[in-house]
């Protein structure tokens, strides 16, 4: 199967975790957001959760910080993944907690680059790389899975039992990548599509909850697109390789 990265353009998505004596640092940076947090933790449990949101894509965005550190604060580690309240917080913080907590005690920076081309002739590819090594890669057409054949007629909203029956290593990447590809799609949605707020459904994160749509925004402006120069966090771990190196 032809690499994601030699399919261009395409969506472009980074994390990194660092572990750190007594917190963790965890960012994320892609085509529409761009945010981090440093999870403070002693004897296993969360004793502060900070949030920085430096580009996001509604002005309430930022609010969410509150919410991810009443979430997490006082919980231990082990307990982040069995936390029930994704959709109540932004869910890219979320999953910046989620993967701090798994990798606090680690001995080295987490690397995870995604990669999903633009649609050609229908067909999409995804992949997710661990340190610039491809570790699991998949392809749909017209939103159902071609590849690998264990998901094979499946769309992405379906493959739910099929991650949770992975090792931890392997769900961890499925988790991330699933997420990566909804969203890609964001990349050949209209504008105005994509920003109207009346067009998106409730309670799919906190800026879409009941009480907290009617005052967000959509902030123009704010949208990257990585296929050419510095991927994304370039710079925050100068060892990383970039999203587009093959």
């Not at 004897?43 to 997490?72: D, K, L, N, S, Y």
């Not at 499925?174 to 994509?194: I, P």
Request: with cysteine; glycine share 10%; proline share 7%.
């Amino acid at each position: 199967m032809m690499s994601a990265a030699n399919i261009l353009p395409g969506f472009r998505r980074r994390f990194i975790v660092r572990p750190l004596p007594g917190r963790v640092e965890s960012d994320v940076e892609d085509d529409y957001h761009c945010m981090g947090i440093i999870l403070h933790h002693a004897h296993g449990v969360a004793t502060r959760v900070e949030a920085t949101m430096r580009r996001v894509p509604w002005t309430t965005c930022p609010g969410a910080a509150a919410v991810i550190q009443r979430t997490f604060t006082g919980v231990a580690l082990a307990g982040f993944v069995q936390r029930g309240e994704k959709l109540s917080n932004c869910t890219h913080l979320f999953d910046l907690a989620l993967l701090a907590a798994a990798h606090a005690y680690d001995d080295a920076p987490t690397v995870y680059d995604i990669l999903v081309s633009d649609p050609v002739d229908d067909v999409v590819q995804a992949e997710l790389r661990l340190g610039g090594r491809a570790v699991m890669a998949w392809t749909l057409s017209r939103g159902a899975f071609t590849a690998p054949d264990a998901l094979a007629g499946m769309r992405l909203d379906q493959i739910g039992p099929w991650i949770s029956g992975l090792g931890p290593a392997e769900r961890e990447w499925a988790r991330l990548l699933r997420w990566g590809t909804m969203l890609a799609h964001g990349r050949v949605v209209a504008f105005e599509k994509r920003t109207d707020k009346s067009r998106l459904p409730l309670g799919q994160c906190y800026t879409f909850q009941p009480e907290t749509v009617p005052e967000a925004r959509y902030v123009t402006g704010t949208t990257r697109d990585f296929n050419s120069g510095p991927g994304p966090l370039a710079g925050l771990d100068g060892s990383a390789p970039s999203a587009e190196q093959p």
